[in-house]
Nanobody, 120 residues
Framework: QVQLVESGGGLVQAGGSLRLSCAAS????????MGWYRQAPGKQRELVAA???????NYADSVKGRFTISRDNAKNTVSLQMNSLKPEDTAVYYC??????????????WGQGTQVTVSS
């Protein structure tokens, strides 16, 4: 069974930094794109950043220049370095991965979520 386990959330003051990490475990053939989403109270879940297996990245406009996504394919991990945090970055952050369970079966997986709270 494939699992995504996140770590690194917490409480930080505005202007501070946090680093989120997510590790995939279990039996699978290959991890394709990985990403981070967030959901604030009363709002829809939104894409924060994504990275392909080849390392191409995509960011929400609201985090460009402040957040950096990276991955370690050897360790099956993805990280999100968040700098210059703002109160509006407060949300539950979810790790996502598109995983090939076999050469013929691909599925979307989600982590359990980690809370990020930025105080003003």
């Amino acid at each position: 069974q494939v699992q995504l386990v996140e770590s690194g959330g917490g409480l930080v003051q505005a202007g501070g930094s946090l680093r989120l990490s997510c590790a995939a475990s279990g039996s699978f053939f290959r991890i394709n794109a990985m990403g981070w989403y967030r959901q604030a109270p009363g709002k829809q879940r939104e894409l924060v950043a994504a990275i392909t297996g080849g390392g191409s990245t995509n960011y929400a406009d609201s985090v460009k220049g402040r957040f950096t996504i990276s991955r370690d394919n050897a360790k099956n991990t993805v990280s999100l370095q968040m700098n210059s945090l703002k109160p509006e970055d407060t949300a539950v952050y979810y790790c996502n991965a598109l995983i090939d369970i076999s050469s013929a079966f691909r599925r979307d997986y989600w982590g359990q979520g980690t809370q990020v709270t930025v105080s003003s």
